[in-house]
């Protein structure tokens, strides 16, 4: 019997130290570091596997310790109350003892296998999600995902140093883009939990500023956004397969804006937003890899 | 498809432009009030704005030079 429960106590565990390196959140993240790797050139697939597992251990690291600084405020939201600490199955020592770990060895792995600039700008990622977002803006200001989103952005530079062992132009565009996308993604979510995140004294800005100017404001970002798709384009780093799925796939993200402004009550319109906006990223990189291989 | 550059830059600037107006003129306030508060609120607005311009001259310059990108690869020679 205490063997089973002991058995039922490991892959508790093991649950618990997945679910705190937030495996949803990094597949999107893998998909905007593999892309850029094939639109900068042809890795080989030991890199392909070694950059993965490095950008997984990475993000997972600074997830992990995001939800050590977190632990005060993500016992006050529902969202986020069956987390490890919250939940009290795990040590908030424990948890930062375990981010910091899979940071370290991200950084060694990727130094090691890759090149330092890789490891350099993976690192960097983590720093600014902990320190610049998650310490700093996340409880300071609204505007604390729009700059927080450059933590989001690193991927891209990852993988395009990773291929290419530098940093150009195009890579800053992919960097662009995820830091633009950012913000009617994440608002989409937060109109929707803004009472949890209020709750939880978080300022995000449906919060601070009200449900209309925020999604004015996505509608705003999700121009510039479409509008920085488009200028790889025209200094040639993309073709016209490119193009039109980057004006069809942002008319798409435009549209769900506009109707969500529009419609009443808008939580259904915001889910979708929230939801496409995912698959928006997704398909965006898929494109311009299928662009640069055709 | 070079000529794509300036609309898409202006579309774009004038974007980033309007949510910087938006905290200038009040209606995406800071999280307290002062006015430390308010200028850090306003730099990060000013900061992605400075970002967004240098990137789109930087484009505009690569544009007038035919051999800074190679063709293909969109990469800087």
């Given amino acids: 019997m205490s063997e089973v429960a002991a058995g039922q106590r490991q892959r508790s565990l093991a649950a618990d130290l997945v679910m705190l390196t937030k495996p949803r959140i990094i597949s999107l993240l893998l998909v905007t570091t593999a892309a850029p790797m094939y639109i900068a050139g042809s890795p080989s697939w030991f890199t392909l596997l070694i950059v993965m597992v490095g950008g997984y251990l990475m993000a997972g690291g600074a997830n992990a310790v995001n939800m050590y600084i977190d632990q005060d405020i993500d016992d006050r939201m529902a969202r986020t109350r069956l987390r490890p600490i919250p939940g009290g199955r795990m040590t908030p020592r424990a948890v930062l003892a375990f981010g910091l770990a899979l940071a370290v060895g991200a950084t060694w792995l990727l130094a090691r296998y890759v090149n330092v600039l890789t490891s350099a700008l993976a690192l960097g990622g983590f720093y600014f999600y902990v320190f610049v977002y998650t310490r700093w803006l996340k409880r300071t200001t609204p505007q604390n995902i729009v700059i927080g989103g450059a933590a989001g952005a690193f991927p891209p530079l990852v993988g395009w140093a990773a291929t290419t062992g530098t940093v150009d132009l195009t890579a800053i565009y992919l960097f662009l883009i995820v830091f633009y996308w950012t913000p009617p993604h994440f608002w989409a979510l937060a109109l929707l939990k803004q009472v949890d995140y209020g709750r939880a004294g978080v300022p995000m800005a449906p919060v601070v500023w009200g449900e209309r100017e925020t999604m004015d404001q996505m509608f705003w970002y999700t121009i510039l956004l479409i509008a920085l798709t488009v200028i790889p384009v025209a200094y040639g780093a993309f073709g016209i397969i490119y193009l039109v799925s980057a004006l069809a796939l942002g008319g798409a993200l435009l549209w769900g804006v506009i109707r969500m402004r529009r419609a009443k009550p808008w939580t259904g319109a915001a889910w979708w937003v929230y939801k496409y906006s995912l698959l928006y990223l997704a398909l965006l990189f898929v494109a311009m890899v299928i662009d640069k291989k055709i | ?77």
């Avoid at chain 2, 850090?40 to 607005?45: D, G």
């Avoid at chain 2, 007038?64 to 690869?73: K, L």
Wanted: net charge positive; charged share 10%; aromatic share 8%.
């Fill in chain 2, 1 to 77: 498809m070079s000529n794509l550059f300036l609309p898409a830059a202006a579309v774009a600037l004038a974007a980033q432009l309007y949510v910087l107006w938006a905290v200038l003129a009040g209606r995406a306030p800071a999280s307290s009030p002062g006015r430390r508060a308010r200028f850090a609120e306003i730099t990060w607005v000013v900061l992605p704005t400075l970002v967004l311009i240098a990137v789109l001259v930087l484009t505009w310059n690569r544009l007038g030079d035919p051999m800074a990108i190679n063709p293909v690869s969109g990469v800087p020679t």
